[in-house]
């Protein structure tokens, strides 16, 4: 983990989290993390976690990762939950609870797409599952690239996703809480 003006980054391994007490040890420790970032002299302004795999499945939006970590990033009041692996951009409302809610109040878990042409995946056409909680999905197919800009200020994060031509296909703007 590390602070960047004024956002607190914790990443995740997901190659140490495969059994229920690794779980629990890595949700200890990014609680731990979180607590002592708030009461430290410095407090974050924005909380964001990381981890390779996915909170949702791209092609037709079941959970995934979404449902081991969202009951303690609902308690710790992270603000934006990074993701990749499955090569589909997908991007949530803000959830607390398990329901969408508004922009104040939850955490928007975003995870890119492909960058490197190779990886890229398909998608259903229409959002099967969990359809209220993703507000934008995206990906090329097979041969997929794009990027995402991220823009802090003090009151809040702008992030842009952009595809191979510069175009965007998407943005959102995670408010300070």
Same mark, same amino acid.
């Given at each position: 983990h590390f602070m960047y003006s %004024? =956002?607190?980054?914790?990443?995740?391994?997901?190659?140490?989290? #495969? &059994?229920?007490?690794?779980?629990?040890a890595a949700q200890d420790w990014v609680r731990k993390v979180i607590s002592d970032q708030k009461a430290s002299r410095h407090k974050p302004s924005f909380i964001v976690v990381c981890e390779h795999y996915q909170w949702f499945y791209g092609k037709d939006g079941d959970f995934s990762q979404f449902s081991r970590w969202n009951t303690l990033f609902d308690e710790l009041g992270v603000d934006l939950a990074l993701g990749a692996n499955n090569h589909i951009y997908v991007r949530s409302n803000p959830i607390k609870d398990g329901r969408a809610v508004g922009a104040k109040k %939850? &955490? =928007?878990?975003?995870?890119?797409?492909?960058?490197?042409?190779?990886? %890229?995946?398909?998608? !259903?056409?229409? =959002?099967?599952?969990n359809a209220d909680l993703i507000a934008s999905r995206w990906t090329e197919g097979a041969k &997929?690239?794009? %990027?995402? !800009?991220? #823009? =802090?200020?003090?009151? #809040?994060? &702008?992030? @842009?996703?952009? !595809?191979? @031509?510069?175009n965007v296909q998407d943005d959102v703007v995670i408010p300070r809480k």
């Amino acid at each position: 983990h590390f602070m960047y003006s %004024g =956002v607190l980054f914790i990443m995740l391994n997901n190659e140490a989290m #495969k &059994t229920d007490e690794e779980l629990a040890a890595a949700q200890d420790w990014v609680r731990k993390v979180i607590s002592d970032q708030k009461a430290s002299r410095h407090k974050p302004s924005f909380i964001v976690v990381c981890e390779h795999y996915q909170w949702f499945y791209g092609k037709d939006g079941d959970f995934s990762q979404f449902s081991r970590w969202n009951t303690l990033f609902d308690e710790l009041g992270v603000d934006l939950a990074l993701g990749a692996n499955n090569h589909i951009y997908v991007r949530s409302n803000p959830i607390k609870d398990g329901r969408a809610v508004g922009a104040k109040k %939850g &955490t =928007v878990y975003l995870q890119t797409s492909s960058a490197d042409n190779e990886r %890229g995946e398909e998608m !259903d056409e229409a =959002v099967s599952q969990n359809a209220d909680l993703i507000a934008s999905r995206w990906t090329e197919g097979a041969k &997929t690239i794009s %990027g995402l !800009d991220m #823009k =802090v200020t003090p009151k #809040k994060i &702008t992030i @842009y996703l952009i !595809d191979r @031509y510069g175009n965007v296909q998407d943005d959102v703007v995670i408010p300070r809480k």
